[in-house]
């Protein structure tokens, strides 16, 4: 009596186990493949003074910036403002074209609070700031365009 219901729910327990997909080898214990590419599209060519959208950061970890006027001397200041998960940034790349052609790029901080000043040049250029998640997905949260002004 005991082997008629053995089989049947041996078999069952198989079936269960297959179909719940258990049978695959699993990877090592606490990795995960993060998400390959960026969100945002790709870099601008050749140091073009042409401005394009920004990323839509997803609401629960929207973090902010701010680039600044440009300063009498042609500095601008790019300012990390931070935001509810700020922990979760791996990386903040400033590029700045020059109107002379030059490319420069710097890191900010992931602190609130921390800064870069770019040199630009006494005419417009262009401030492209790259945020780069834990997750390895890429945003672009600012593309401006960055005047002189004679004070």
Do not use: W
């Not at 394009?52 to 300012?79: C, F, H, R, W």
């Not at 109107?99 to 710097?106: C, E, L, P, S």
């Amino acid at each position: 009596m005991q082997d008629t219901i053995a089989l049947p729910l041996t078999l069952l327990l198989c079936a269960a186990i297959l179909f719940a997909g258990c049978t695959g080898s699993p990877g090592p214990a606490g990795t995960s493949s993060p998400p390959t590419g960026t969100a945002s599209g790709s870099a601008p060519a050749g140091g073009s003074l042409t401005t394009s959208p920004t990323d839509a950061m997803p609401a629960n970890i929207a973090e902010t910036l701010t680039v600044q006027e440009k300063v009498y001397d042609g500095t601008i200041p790019v300012i990390f403002n931070g935001g509810m998960e700020q922990n979760l940034i791996a990386a903040i790349n400033v590029t700045l074209y020059r109107a002379d052609g030059q490319i420069v790029t710097r890191t900010i901080g992931t602190k609130k609070g921390d800064e870069v000043i770019l040199q630009g040049t006494k005419q417009t250029d262009r401030v492209v700031v790259y945020m780069t998640m834990m997750n390895g997905v890429t945003y672009k949260v600012a593309d401006v365009l960055s005047p002189y002004t004679v004070h």
